[in-house]
């Protein structure tokens, strides 16, 4: 049932009791109890006191509330809910402030949700969206009555957008980014929401995320184990820093004479993949499902696409049907783990290769998700320094975290600094890497609070490797023991999917209920089966 609502009157009183009890803003602990649920509009203006967020801040603001009917229909129905914009007051002035966004229903079914972000972060993800790969059959999170939340992690991007990492010049928009706005959303939301309806904490407590969002859930099942319930990690890029690395090495070798492959080249590729390592599984459709046994027998100076060897006459560039010297070389790095000669503080050695063949690097496709499958892989240009807009993502990603989070100089040339011998920086990145690369393997806290954590990610994915990914899950298991870890964690790998999207297979799966159904009703997960909605529309695969 709704709500009631209250007076302005009211939340003045309500200011007024939370002071007088030393609760400013009515933050409080979570067995803080409002004397009554607030209106949406008395929201505007209240105030959650640096002493009330878990991590230093100066404290928080509420800068708008407001009551957003009833929209959509079926699965797609978006309930009348408040939509509640804060801002969360850094420590140091020069900092950006985290700004934040609630979504308070009107109907509210006691739990909430948090969103993690995606690249460099820097924009609020929509408290109206779904979970990562979603699925298309069932209700969003607020269709389904959560109070959701998320957060642009502490600045706000500019032109570039998800690739923007020109706030890594500030130490705590760096340790923002790198975890700790996870912590401070959570906690000015959870106070809103306690405000909004007069409880003592929401029931469960759910993040999703994929990408970067899947580090962030990582994050917070590792540091703030006793705040969530459970955990969806979609493609997650876990060891951040490291994978800053090995975008350098793969950057270098795409940025030499020759070595970039166009969109041609790369469809060369996919296709004698495929003609290899399709059938490999038992079944020939489409898809690369025993992508272990591809990388173990595939060599591309060898293929044969139709027949015809797939590497070019003598080695040099004969056109778009086949791949010199120069970009078979460059795709064997992409396919290869980068080694670290010196040691880092998040005790990282290396970062493995990624699932090169079968990947769809950005090859021609006339469905409308093919330019963002591009963009998040191989794009249109050949890195160069200044680094071009259009250079492959990560490229982009690995110039910025170079001028700003490592050199602090907007001018650097990153093409120069060797991630596997950086000289004089090597201190510098090693710092970085204890701050973003996200990888304690003893998850014993978030067991025994009764946490559940489901982990996917994509065979095909050309920007966050698969491999590290099971990597991290089989050093968990080797932490904790298989049988102690599947008490609480599953890991899934989709066959054909990429990066957030793909026009191979794009998945559409209800991780939420399986994890509600995980943590709510002890129920273990059963087979898990993906719908794919773009390459064969509503074929599906077992997880």
């Not at 006691?110 to 298309?136: D, E, H, Q, R």
């Not at 099942?221 to 890029?237: E, T």
């Amino acid at each position: 049932m709704r709500q009631p609502q209250r007076s302005l009157g009211h939340f003045h009183w309500l200011l007024s009791f939370c002071a007088a009890a030393a609760l400013v803003g009515c933050g409080g602990s979570d067995g803080d109890i409002p004397p009554q649920p607030v209106a949406c509009a008395d929201l505007n203006g209240m105030t959650i006191a640096a002493g009330n967020i878990g991590l230093p801040t100066s404290g928080a603001v509420v800068t708008a509330a407001t009551v957003v009917a009833t929209s959509g229909s079926g699965v797609s129905a978006v309930p009348e809910f408040c939509r509640v914009s804060a801002s969360i007051s850094p420590v140091d002035t020069t900092a950006p402030k985290i700004m934040l966004q609630v979504a308070l229903p009107s109907v509210w079914n006691n739990k909430v949700m948090m969103f993690g972000g995606g690249g460099y972060n820097g924009s609020i993800p929509l408290v109206t969206a779904n979970v990562p790969a979603g699925p298309t059959a069932q209700a969003t999170p607020l269709g389904r009555g959560y109070a959701t939340f998320s957060s642009d992690s502490g600045h706000q991007a500019g032109a570039l957008g998800s690739q923007d990492g020109s706030f890594g010049v500030n130490d705590e928009a760096v340790k923002n980014f790198s975890g700790d706005a996870l912590k401070k959303t959570r906690d000015v939301a959870v106070a809103i929401i306690k405000a909004r309806y007069a409880v003592s904490a929401p029931s469960k407590a759910y993040f999703a995320g994929g990408s970067t969002g899947g580090r962030e859930a990582l994050a917070v099942a590792q540091r703030w184990p006793q705040d969530w319930d459970g955990v969806i990690a979609l493609y997650p890029a876990g060891a951040a820093a490291s994978l800053d690395l090995q975008f350098g090495r793969i950057t270098r070798a795409l940025a030499q004479p020759g070595a970039y492959p166009n969109a041609a080249k790369r469809k060369a590729l996919y296709d004698v993949s495929m003609q290899a390592c399709d059938a490999l599984d038992g079944v020939a459709d489409g898809l690369i499902s025993d992508a272990k046994s591809c990388n173990a027998t595939f060599n591309p100076a060898t293929a044969l696409l139709n027949g015809i060897p797939l590497r070019c006459p003598t080695g040099l560039d004969t056109g778009n049907t086949c791949l010199s010297d120069a970009q078979i070389a460059a795709f064997n790095v992409i396919n290869t783990p980068i080694t670290f000669g010196y040691p880092l503080a998040s005790g990282e050695t290396q970062y493995p290769g990624f699932n090169t063949w079968g990947t769809d690097f950005g090859i021609p496709n006339a469905s409308p998700l093919q330019t963002n499958v591009s963009f998040l892989s191989l794009s249109s240009t050949q890195p160069a320094s200044p680094m071009p807009n259009g250079a492959p993502y990560g490229s982009i990603f690995w110039d910025q975290w170079v001028r700003f989070f490592v050199t602090r100089d907007p001018n650097f040339n990153s093409l120069t600094l060797d991630p596997q011998n950086p000289g004089s920086f090597q201190a510098r990145i090693s710092t970085l890497s204890g701050l973003q690369d996200v990888n304690k393997t003893d998850l014993t806290a978030f067991q025994a609070k009764g946490g559940k954590m489901l982990i996917a990610h994509g065979s095909g994915d050309a920007l966050v490797s698969t491999r590290a990914t099971a990597q991290y899950v089989e050093r968990v298991h080797a932490a904790m023991g298989k049988a102690r870890a599947d008490s609480f964690l599953r890991y899934y790998e989709i066959p054909g999917y990429g990066h957030a999207v793909s026009t191979v297979f794009n998945a559409s799966w209800d991780s939420l209920t399986t994890l509600e159904n995980w943590v709510e009703k002890s129920a273990q997960p059963p087979s898990q089966f993906v719908t794919d909605t773009v390459g064969v529309p509503g074929r599906t695969r077992p997880l």
